[in-house]
């Protein structure tokens, strides 16, 4: 098992400019989610899907969409980047059943926006 | 809503000294705790977790009591090593749909040989 990948692994966008992060995960876990990290402000919930075709806002969602047309894809796309959005992001993914369950993260994706 | 909330760092450590790191949580039911850790240049990998008050989750060394009456899950480890230095991470769920994580600000711990 590959666990969970996250691809590309560092990006540097302009403002304006769009981009989609890249999330798989190969142990057939139902719930996945996109966390953003900054300094001092350890990890924020930014959208979560808790199955394929069922996603949800978490704490900062804004500036940020996502789909779930399958269990092992979770797309994370910024529609107009700005530079707020500089930040270190992370997929993870858990299995619905027997909570409460570790969250499995992928290793992120530095992301500067100039 | 639920917080989460840490010593700040950094933490610095000669080898073999003991550690505490301050956990404090708000939530509104009965939630779950844990603790990361994020090694550099990783993502952030499960160290313990406990369910319910009283329990106790260890691991590697490292140990965290569930303190219902404190609200608290301080992480404690007796001696430390040049190879514990990484961001650890407090957080709780209380086992919503997606079981989504709610984390404290981090603590990065730097030990010395």
């Known amino acids: 098992n590959a666990g969970v990948t996250q691809t590309p692994k560092f990006q540097v966008l302009k403002t304006g400019q769009s981009m989609t992060l890249q999330c798989a995960q190969d142990?057939?876990?139902?719930?996945m989610s996109w966390y953003r990290q900054d300094p001092g402000m350890g990890l924020r919930l930014i959208h979560y899907?808790?199955?394929?075709?069922?996603?949800d806002q978490g704490e900062v969602p804004n500036g940020y969409n996502v789909s779930r047309s399958t269990t092992e894809d979770f797309p994370l796309r910024l529609l107009s980047a700005a530079p707020s959005q500089t930040s270190v992001y992370f997929c993870?993914?858990?299995?619905?059943?027997?909570?409460?369950?570790?969250?499995?993260f992928g290793p992120g994706t530095r992301l500067t926006v100039l | 809503g639920d917080s989460v909330t840490q010593m700040e760092g950094p933490v610095t450590l000669s080898e073999e000294a003991c550690l505490t790191i301050?956990?404090?949580?708000?939530?509104?039911?009965?939630?779950?705790l844990f603790w990361y850790v994020q090694y550099p240049g990783e993502g952030l990998q499960l160290l313990l977790k406990?369910?319910?008050?009283?329990d106790k989750g260890s691991n590697k060394g490292f140990e965290a009591t569930y303190r219902k009456e404190t609200t608290s899950f301080h992480l404690e480890k007796g001696s430390v090593q040049v190879s514990d230095s990484a961001v650890y991470f407090c957080?709780?769920?209380?086992?919503?749909?997606?079981?989504?994580?709610?984390f404290g600000g981090g603590t990065r711990l730097m030990v010395k040989p």
């Open positions: 406990a369910t319910k008050a009283d």
């Open positions: 142990m057939n876990h139902e719930y």
């Open positions: 301050n956990c404090t949580y708000t939530a509104t039911g009965y939630p779950s």
């Open positions: 899907s808790v199955g394929a075709g069922i996603t």
């Open positions: 993870a993914s858990t299995p619905a059943s027997g909570r409460p369950n570790e969250q499995f």
């Open positions: 957080a709780l769920s209380e086992g919503n749909a997606g079981n989504m994580l709610t």
